[in-house]
């Protein structure tokens, strides 16, 4: 019954650093995202994918790389990590179907990423 | 432009007090989804409830309900009868269908609701 497993939990990273949070679901998903949470802010979308080999920006992309080569995989890179990416990010999938607009996002339970 | 907000940034009660959360939305689309969740302590955010554009009808789940009213743009989470239990933040998100390729959510701020005992 794992749902959505994203690991690390926890990281610290030194600025420049790059590193990748791994994101995977077992519910046979076509639709997977990634956010941040950042204090008063709510969570806001960084990337997202409607299917295999097809990723898309969200409304805070810069700094960040997605590929999904896999269903049930949906990684995020730190391609060179800045203390403003110190974050809790969250991955989350959905059925993807339609109406998307629909679809009852399931959450992972976040990694919380601190940059130096 | 779409935009949820959740003006109450911290609430505090005492167990077994009634309290409503609030949630205001823009959005221009005609159809569109309001949701709640609920992050605990522990940091997972579960889902609690859906609703579309087309269905006012109020909600209840035993202590929870949901007042949706779209002349005032607002989708309200009450909870009767806190409990410790019940602490949390909450977010409220919003999804609509046009121009929408992934079923994206956009929240609000957050609540977060402490009840002492």
Not at chain 1, 50 to 73: F, H, L
Not at chain 2, 81 to 110: H, M, P, T, W
């Amino acid at each position: 019954n794992a749902g959505v497993t994203q690991t690390p939990k926890f990281q610290v990273l030194k600025t420049g650093q790059s590193m990748t949070l791994q994101c995977a679901q077992d519910m046979n998903h076509e639709y997977m995202s990634w956010y941040r949470q950042d204090p008063g802010m709510g969570l806001r979308l960084i990337h997202y994918s409607v299917g295999a080999g097809i990723t898309d920006q969200g409304e805070v992309p810069n700094g960040y790389n997605v590929s999904r080569s896999t269903t049930e995989d949906f990684p995020l890179r730190l391609l060179s990590a800045a203390p403003s990416q110190t974050s809790v990010y969250f991955c989350a999938s959905s059925p993807g179907t339609y109406p998307l607009a629909k679809n009852i996002q399931y959450f992972g339970a976040g990694t919380r990423l601190s940059v130096l | 432009a779409q935009k949820v907000t959740q003006a109450q940034t911290e609430i505090s009660v005492v167990e077994k007090e009634d309290v409503t959360l609030d949630c205001v939305y823009e959005t221009r689309d005609t159809t569109y989804y309001l949701f709640w969740y609920k992050q605990p302590p522990s940091g997972e955010l579960v889902f609690l409830i859906r609703r579309n554009s087309f269905d006012e009808q109020n909600e209840i789940s035993g202590r929870y309900s949901w007042n949706f009213q779209k002349s005032t743009s607002s989708f309200n989470f009450t909870i009767t009868a806190s409990q410790v239990v019940d602490s949390a933040v909450y977010f409220c998100a919003l999804s609509e269908e046009r121009d929408n390729q992934g079923g994206k959510l956009i929240f609000g701020q957050g609540t977060e609701l402490s009840v002492k005992p």
